[in-house]
């Protein structure tokens, strides 16, 4: 009993000295920090600069080749068919020039047709949707022709394609321009003689900011619960239920949802290894394609003597 009784008083007697030791501003109600504020003030302050993000040019080609991209869902994802298929495309590429496009570009598209006249089939119109991968890779254009909307979708890499022309490179405001289908006409009419506007090398696409007047109900879709930002005139058609009812369903925690956003995405590793594969073979064919573009722009047509 003794021991232990000397044993306690000693860690005791410890403890004591332990707490004198310490400062005595812990018995004190100031903040802690005004010593450090003090020890600071002949210091200067560093600044605080933004870490460099990180920029892969080769990343970029996803915006110019979204086809080469698989789909996102993972159901359908198959390493050799897709392989085998880039490998198709870049043939296919090498045969034909596909220039790069967006939605709201205007093209005009050549394709065989047996039945004309010339055996071609030309039509302009410009582009509403763009989707798939792949092979499957497809487009639609739109032109109103004799006051009648009319709609051509084509394969990407389908082999009656003859010639794809960017008759004018721009992007929209949206994804998708369905809405054009209940626009007034003058937005989707082009005349099929139209001639091509050429950018400036090194320019950045431009966006164009325009936005459409929607003819009145009914229309076919929902418009006014998609969030449009190329539409102008959806509010002096709406009633008050269906504003109510457009609350209702808006589902704005989605932006928050990480799981959904990777799920539409494909991860930034298997886009390199993509990219890596396929990069030197398309970045040879664009710079081909631009030499053969300025020998055309440069040749003067020679007078034919007698």
Aim: aromatic letters at 8%; one cysteine or more; a positive charge.
């Amino acid at each position: 009993m003794a021991l232990v009784i000397r044993k306690s008083s000693l860690d005791i007697f410890s403890v004591g000295k332990w707490m004198l030791r310490r400062d005595c501003r812990l018995l004190s109600t100031l903040p802690e920090k005004a010593d450090v504020l003090e020890n600071t003030e002949g210091e200067q302050e560093k600044p605080i600069r933004p870490k460099p993000k990180f920029n892969n040019p080769v990343l970029e080609y996803r915006h110019v080749y979204p086809e080469f991209l698989p789909d996102p869902n993972p159901k359908w994802r198959n390493s050799l068919r897709e392989k085998m298929e880039r490998a198709d495309m870049l043939k296919r590429r090498s045969q034909i020039d596909i220039p790069e496009f967006y939605v709201g570009s205007i093209l005009a598209v050549t394709i065989s047709d047996p039945h004309a006249q010339s055996k071609t089939n030309k039509f302009v119109g410009i582009c509403i949707e763009r989707k798939g991968c792949g092979l499957r890779a497809e487009f639609i254009l739109r032109n109103v022709i004799d006051h009648q909307g009319v709609e051509v979708r084509y394969e990407l890499y389908d082999p009656m394609i003859q010639s794809i022309q960017v008759l004018r490179l721009e992007k929209r405001l949206d994804d998708k321009l369905y809405y054009l289908r209940d626009a007034l006409p003058e937005y989707s009419t082009f005349p099929l003689d139209m001639d091509p506007e050429i950018l400036p090398e090194g320019t950045p696409v431009p966006v164009n900011p325009v936005q459409v007047k929607l003819k009145p109900r009914p229309w076919l879709e929902r418009w006014e619960r998609q969030e449009l930002k190329g539409v102008s005139n959806i509010e002096e058609y709406l009633k008050e239920k269906d504003r109510v009812r457009r609350e209702l369903r808006k589902t704005p925690w989605e932006k928050y949802d990480l799981m959904k956003q990777y799920r539409k995405t494909i991860p930034v590793e298997d886009q390199s290894e993509i990219w890596s594969e396929v990069y030197n073979q398309l970045h040879q064919m664009r710079v081909s394609r631009k030499k053969l573009s300025r020998k055309r722009s440069f040749t003067i047509n020679k007078p034919q003597l007698g």
